[in-house]
T-cell receptor, first 113, second 114 residues
Framework: KQEVTQIPAALSVPEGENLVLNCSFT??????LQWFRQDPGKGLTSLLL?????REQTSGRLNASLDKSSGRSTLYIAASQPGDSATYLC????????????FGKGITLSVRP | DVKVTQSSRYLVKRTGEKVFLECVQD?????MFWYRQDPGLGLRLIYF???????EKGDIPEGYSVSREKKERFSLILESASTNQTSMYLC?????????????FGQGTRLTVV
């Protein structure tokens, strides 16, 4: 059974810092890995999707990498801002005809002004 | 702009009531999912559907059922609501597995059972 882990559960950094959020998974038979952002009381917003054949994806100040063989992904946030404060979740989609998404529990990020 | 819409943002229901949570997507996606999210437990999969009238149990299906009569709509049913079903419920949709299968989520329904 796939397990997705995100450590630490919470992180607090000063504004302007570059930071890395980690995600690890146990089964490398995945179609893709997706990073989401969730603001309090809201749904999930997709940030980046990395296909299993890709190594990284970039969007603005965000860069996500994938090392499928070691079961790891990182989300890099450059020059963090208070508006980046949210919970960040990663999810993997298994291979197979009726595959489902498995989520980590998320990392709650607080960026201090 | 792609969209997954859940029928309610907030619901308050009484114990024993039958509760319907509705989810509609406009992207012609084959796969739809229902999750619940609780502090410390993360997102847990309740049910998913990979085609019209097809469904599969997720990790925590007890006390829930689902209906998918049309491709765009996936309903979650709480047969007899209980207080331990108070939670945030999230619906998602994706295309069938293939090259690019990004998942999209609705805005969530905060259900309180009293």
């Amino acid at each position: 059974k796939q397990e997705v882990t995100q450590i630490p559960a919470a992180l607090s950094v000063p504004e302007g810092e570059n930071l890395v959020l980690n995600c690890s998974f146990t089964d490398s038979a995945i179609y893709n890995l997706q990073w989401f952002r969730q603001d309090p009381g809201k749904g999930l917003t997709s940030l980046l999707l990395i296909q299993s054949s890709q190594r990284e994806q970039t969007s603005g100040r965000l860069n996500a990498s994938l090392d499928k063989s070691s079961g790891r992904s990182t989300l890099y946030i450059a020059a963090s801002q208070p508006g980046d404060s949210a919970t960040y979740l990663c999810a993997v989609r298994q291979t197979g005809a009726n595959s489902k998404l498995t989520f980590g529990k998320g990392i709650t990020l607080s960026v201090r002004p | 702009d792609v969209k997954v819409t859940q029928s309610s943002r907030y619901l308050v229901k009484r114990t024993g009531e039958k509760v319907f949570l509705e989810c509609v997507q406009d992207m012609d996606h084959e796969n739809m999912f229902w999750y619940r999210q609780d502090p410390g437990l993360g997102l847990r999969l309740i049910y998913f559907s990979y085609d019209v009238k097809m469904k599969e149990k997720g990790d925590i299906p007890e006390g829930y059922s689902v209906s998918r009569e049309k491709k765009e709509r996936f309903s979650l049913i709480l047969e007899s609501a209980s207080t331990n079903q108070t939670s945030m419920y999230l619906c998602a949709s994706t295309p069938s597995p293939g090259f690019y299968t990004e998942a999209f989520f609705g805005q969530g329904t905060r259900l309180t059972v009293v």
